[in-house]
């Protein structure tokens, strides 16, 4: 396998993945709490969903530059 | 705050692990085939001590945002036709709502053993048909050579042919107008088996293809939109009402995110044909795992003699050890398929750079 590295997938590599690392930090940090709030349900849907989008966002991000710079990459013929 | 005093679960690294490897494999399937992926969680968190429901809404919480990362990355490769996923994914929402109706009329009337009844049934059924369609189908492609042949069946022509004044659109998918009308009962279907058995793309992906006369790429890929709009719709509403275990969620979109990428890049590197033989394995070993616990749910409701806490507790184990089975045979199918296809992709590569 070949590695796939240049400095801007690097910087998006750690940008994305550090986001990434920090969300679920908090998430796992501040568990009860959220689960709490969370479990009441009406208004408290938009955490989950915004959660949703975030993760989405940057993991997507991550992942999709991951297997990018391991050199599996969409077929271009 | 004590978390199992509220029905949510603690969380082992055990749990977390196990979480992280079936969104993984769910997601690779789901990148591939447009969906599949996902229905093997909600049996699989049940299992950890979760409750139905919840299970229910933390799978669907992670389902909207892992189609959206594939919509848009199977999309760069053009196998996404957005104005038909949207157009679909409106009637499939309501599908998702009624088919909920259904199930929580089911409920009240024959309890939780009927509920369960009535959903192996309907896997049963529907995965007979459809699985059996879509393999046969893939059979014959097989063994004409592996070609597709991307034009459209005599009902797609019919249903292409049909002009209804004020509905047409253009789908960039089937090359062809299409009015909005006739996307309804799919859409519709598509909900209602999403609701029931947490996979609409069973219905969708193949409606798409015979139906509407869509490539199999192109349906596989344009399902993540429905997917997305049918998840987020039902994530909104499971969050409203409070069920959503953000924690399961979230793990399991961790590792799904890696799975549907893969799946996405698997898509530009085999033969067309080979969704359909996924997603018909998959269906068919599925309907396996179903049929199984069927007697379970029969003897609870006293339909039949009474099954034995052994044979009960083996029953179930067994199917959900074919379930498992089902998905890691289609992310089997895959990888294997990715890996082949970059080799021969390379082989051209590797032979210009060293001619001898």
């Given at each position: 396998?070949?590695?796939?590295?240049?400095?801007?997938?690097?910087?998006?590599?750690?940008?994305?993945?550090t986001?990434?690392?920090?969300?679920?930090?908090?998430?796992f940090?501040?568990?009860?709490a959220?689960?709490?709030?969370?479990?009441?349900?009406?208004?408290?849907?938009?955490?989950?969903?915004?959660?949703?989008?975030?993760?989405?966002?940057?993991?997507?991000?991550?992942?999709?530059t991951?297997?990018?710079v391991?050199?599996?990459?969409?077929?271009?013929h | 705050?004590?978390?199992?005093?509220?029905?949510?679960?603690?969380?082992?690294?055990t749990?977390?692990?196990?979480?992280?490897?079936?969104?993984?494999?769910?997601?690779?399937?789901?990148g591939?085939?447009?969906?599949?992926?996902?229905?093997?969680?909600?049996?699989?968190?049940?299992?950890?001590?979760?409750?139905?429901?919840?299970?229910?809404?933390?799978?669907?919480?992670?389902?909207?945002?892992?189609?959206?990362?594939?919509?848009?990355?199977r999309?760069?490769?053009?196998?996404?036709?957005?104005?038909?996923?949207?157009?679909l994914?409106?009637s499939?929402?309501?599908g998702?709502?009624?088919?909920?109706?259904?199930?929580?009329?089911?409920?009240?009337?024959?309890?939780?053993?009927?509920?369960?009844?009535?959903?192996?049934?309907?896997?049963?059924?529907?995965l007979?048909?459809?699985?059996?369609?879509?393999l046969?189908?893939?059979?014959?492609?097989?063994?004409?050579?592996?070609?597709?042949?991307?034009?459209?069946?005599?009902?797609?022509?019919?249903?292409?042919?049909?002009?209804?004044?004020?509905?047409?659109?253009?789908?960039?998918?089937?090359?062809?107008?299409i009015?909005?009308?006739?996307?309804?009962?799919?859409?519709?279907?598509?909900?209602?088996?999403?609701?029931?058995?947490?996979?609409?793309?069973?219905?969708g992906?193949?409606?798409?293809?015979?139906?509407?006369?869509v490539?199999?790429l192109?349906?596989?890929?344009?399902?993540?939109?429905?997917?997305?709009?049918?998840?987020?719709?039902?994530?909104?509403?499971?969050?409203?009402?409070?069920?959503?275990d953000?924690?399961?969620?979230m793990?399991?979109?961790?590792?799904?995110?890696?799975?549907?990428?893969?799946?996405?890049i698997?898509?530009t590197?085999?033969?067309?044909?080979?969704?359909?033989?996924?997603?018909?394995?998959?269906?068919i070993?599925?309907?396996?795992?179903?049929?199984?616990?069927?007697?379970?749910?029969?003897?609870?409701?006293?339909?039949?003699?009474?099954?034995?806490e052994?044979?009960?507790?083996?029953?179930?184990?067994?199917?959900?050890?074919?379930?498992?089975?089902?998905?890691?045979?289609?992310?089997?199918?895959?990888?294997?398929?990715?890996?082949?296809?970059?080799?021969?992709?390379?082989?051209?590569e590797?032979?210009?750079?060293?001619?001898?």
């Open positions: 396998m070949t590695l796939n590295l240049s400095r801007p997938k690097l910087a998006r590599l750690v940008l994305f993945g986001v990434t690392a920090l969300l679920y930090a908090a998430m940090q501040f568990e009860s959220l689960i709490g709030f969370t479990q009441h349900g009406h208004w408290s849907f938009v955490i989950p969903i915004a959660a949703a989008f975030a993760v989405s966002y940057f993991h997507g991000g991550f992942t999709s991951f297997w990018d391991l050199g599996i990459q969409a077929n271009k | 705050m004590d978390i199992t005093a509220i029905n949510f679960i603690d969380l082992n690294l749990n977390i692990v196990f979480l992280l490897f079936v969104g993984f494999v769910g997601g690779l399937v789901s591939f085939i447009g969906s599949g992926g996902a229905f093997v969680l909600t049996p699989a968190m049940m299992s950890m001590g979760v409750p139905g429901i919840v299970a229910v809404a933390s799978n669907m919480c992670h389902k909207f945002p892992k189609a959206l990362v594939g919509a848009i990355k999309h760069k490769y053009g196998q996404v036709d957005v104005k038909l996923g949207l157009i994914g409106v499939a929402e309501v998702v709502l009624y088919g909920a109706h259904i199930m929580e009329d089911i409920k009240k009337t024959w309890g939780d053993a009927g509920s369960n009844l009535y959903v192996s049934a309907i896997f049963v059924v529907v007979a048909l459809v699985g059996g369609w879509v046969l189908d893939a059979w014959k492609i097989h063994r004409s050579g592996g070609e597709e042949n991307d034009e459209p069946t005599r009902l797609a022509r019919w249903m292409q042919s049909l002009r209804i004044p004020g509905t047409m659109f253009y789908s960039d998918a089937a090359k062809a107008e009015s909005w009308l006739v996307t309804i009962p799919i859409g519709i279907s598509t909900g209602l088996l999403a609701a029931t058995i947490a996979v609409g793309g069973f219905i992906v193949p409606a798409m293809m015979y139906v509407l006369g490539p199999s192109m349906a596989s890929g344009t399902e993540l939109v429905i997917a997305f709009v049918m998840g987020l719709g039902g994530s909104i509403k499971y969050a409203w009402g409070g069920f959503v953000i924690r399961l969620a793990i399991i979109l961790a590792g799904s995110l890696f799975g549907i990428q893969l799946g996405a698997g898509t590197y085999v033969k067309p044909y080979l969704v359909k033989v996924v997603m018909g394995t998959i269906m070993v599925v309907l396996f795992s179903r049929a199984l616990v069927i007697p379970v749910y029969l003897s609870k409701l006293g339909w039949i003699a009474a099954l034995s052994t044979t009960i507790a083996v029953l179930k184990d067994t199917s959900l050890v074919v379930m498992v089975l089902a998905l890691l045979i289609g992310a089997g199918i895959i990888l294997r398929a990715v890996y082949s296809g970059m080799r021969a992709s390379r082989q051209p590797l032979t210009e750079a060293d001619p001898v």
